[in-house]
């Protein structure tokens, strides 16, 4: 996953991927986003069994704030996460160059608006005995795809759901799930419950398991307001 501030400095990012790494890209853009929480119960429950999910699409959400000098600063500087301190906000305001008050009130607003969905640990799954996921690619008709993904993200075993453009002829998949789990078959019996309960057997789908984990991070907010 690839993400810039537009369009264009996107592009720029693929065709560099692709030119460095001498291998062709298929390029998927986001349509809509049903669920992403890399949640994982360590009580063996399924993750996220016990509250209901709040599911908040990108297609309805509201639109991006326009940041000032200060909100972009505190925005590039929460990306990088919160410290492990007694007083989280108030290092994240240092770093920011604001006061602890004005990050809290920015960030509230923020959660309200459902800028931020939630605060959470990106943990290692492997080393902590998630080592097999696999992500779920389905062929569903563009009408029925938003039904299907905000059905699909309510099941606890997935962490990811959206809908991605088609890359045709060779990619025919439009909606993708992501589901982990302690070994394969696990992982797989959870595939078919879900494609069971969600009714969609009569959909062409495709299971990727992971082999190799390159990378794993948040997303990077740049300062360029900030800067201006």
Request: proline residues 6%; neutral net charge; contains cysteine.
């Amino acid at each position: 996953v690839a993400s810039a501030r537009d369009e264009k400095q996107l592009e720029q990012v693929l065709d560099n991927i692709e030119a460095r790494s001498g291998c062709p890209l298929m390029r998927l853009p986001l349509v809509e986003s049903y669920h992403i929480d890399l949640g994982f119960d360590e009580r063996g429950a399924p993750a996220h069994s016990a509250h209901p999910r709040k599911i908040v699409t990108t297609r309805h959400a509201r639109p991006a704030p326009a940041l000032d000098q200060t909100q972009a600063a505190l925005a590039a500087a929460l990306a990088f996460g919160l410290a492990l301190t007694p007083h989280p906000f108030a290092e994240l305001a240092a770093r920011a160059r604001c006061s602890e008050s004005t990050a809290i009130d920015n960030i509230s607003r923020w959660i309200n608006d459902d800028v931020i969905t939630h605060f959470g640990v990106i943990v290692r799954h492997h080393e902590l005995g998630y080592r097999s996921n696999a992500m779920v690619a389905f062929d569903i008709p563009d009408s029925e795809a938003t039904d299907a993904g905000l059905q699909i993200a309510t099941f606890p075993e997935v962490t990811l759901c959206a809908q991605r453009v088609r890359c045709l002829p060779q990619w025919p998949y439009n909606i993708y799930c992501m589901i982990h789990g302690r070994d394969s078959q696990r992982v797989l019996a959870h595939i078919e419950t879900l494609r069971t309960r969600a009714e969609l057997l009569d959909y062409p789908f495709a299971v990727l398991f992971s082999r190799r984990r390159f990378k794993q991070q948040a997303a990077r907010i740049t300062n360029e307001v900030a800067h201006g």
